[in-house]
């Protein structure tokens, strides 16, 4: 069965600290993958999104997410975080022409200003 | 555009009660979805509909659970009864033809507290 697994559940940075946040996947056909993002007290908005082509995708706000097929894997990053960047991260991954759009359980940054 | 409406923002309620759990998705989007998140299973799918016709229900979690779309406007998700594990942030997304061509546009969630 698809399944989405984030590997860290909060992280911590200073301001202008680097980003990565893991995002894996499990299903081996054509995958779509994105990266939703939710403010405090916000509703969850699109960051980012790979469909096909280049697989080094720019979302929004800085953030840029690699698709990696050989290890199922579409991290987020971003070279400098802000105060502003808090929030909660998720993954999500949809497999085949058919599947629904599974998400994982969330990551939450917390920027230190 | 509004976005995706939902109401109430926040519902407390006691066990046992009905709970009736509203989404106006955009205007023109031809799918809508119902997702539960919670500390422990973070997002799950309950239901989406595509074109008002409910396609795949099976995340609705018991039959306490029902979801309706009399119209391309509007939808309800109802709990009856309601019982203190469902307390969660229950999120109404819509899209323009199925989450598999287009992104989700998300409501800003109805917080539920099952006392």
């Known amino acids: 069965a698809q399944s989405v697994s984030q590997h860290n559940h909060h992280v911590i940075l200073s301001e202008a600290a680097s980003l990565e946040l893991g995002c894996n996947y499990s299903?081996?056909?054509?995958?779509?993958l994105f990266w939703y993002v939710q403010y405090p007290g916000q509703h969850l908005q699109l960051l980012l999104k790979?469909?096909?082509?280049?697989?080094l995708v720019k979302g929004i706000k800085g953030f840029e997410a690699e698709f990696i097929k050989s290890k199922f894997s579409f991290n987020l990053r971003k070279p400098s975080v802000q105060w502003s960047d808090t929030a909660e991260y998720f993954c999500?991954?949809?497999?085949?022409?058919?599947?629904?759009?599974?998400f994982g359980k969330g990551t939450k940054l917390s920027v230190k200003p | 555009d509004a976005g995706v409406i939902q109401s109430p923002r926040h519902e407390v309620t006691e066990m046992g009660q009905e709970v009736t759990l509203r989404c106006k998705p955009i205007?023109?989007?031809?799918?809508l979805f119902w997702y539960r998140q919670t500390m422990m299973r973070g997002l799950e799918l309950l239901i989406y509909?595509?074109?008002?016709?409910?396609?795949?229900d099976s995340g609705m979690p018991e039959d306490r659970f029902s979801a309706k779309m009399p119209n391309a406007s509007f939808s309800t998700l109802k709990i009856q009864p309601s019982e203190p594990r469902d307390s969660a942030v229950y999120f109404c997304?819509?899209?323009?033809?199925?989450?598999?061509?287009?992104?989700?546009?998300f409501g800003n969630g109805t917080r539920l507290t099952v006392t």
């Open positions: 299903y081996g056909g054509t995958v779509n």
């Open positions: 205007s023109g989007h031809n799918s």
């Open positions: 509909f595509n074109n008002n016709v409910p396609i795949d």
């Open positions: 997304a819509s899209s323009l033809g199925g989450s598999y061509n287009s992104p989700l546009h």
């Open positions: 999500a991954v949809i497999g085949g022409s058919q599947g629904n759009l599974i």
């Open positions: 790979y469909f096909s082509g280049d697989p």
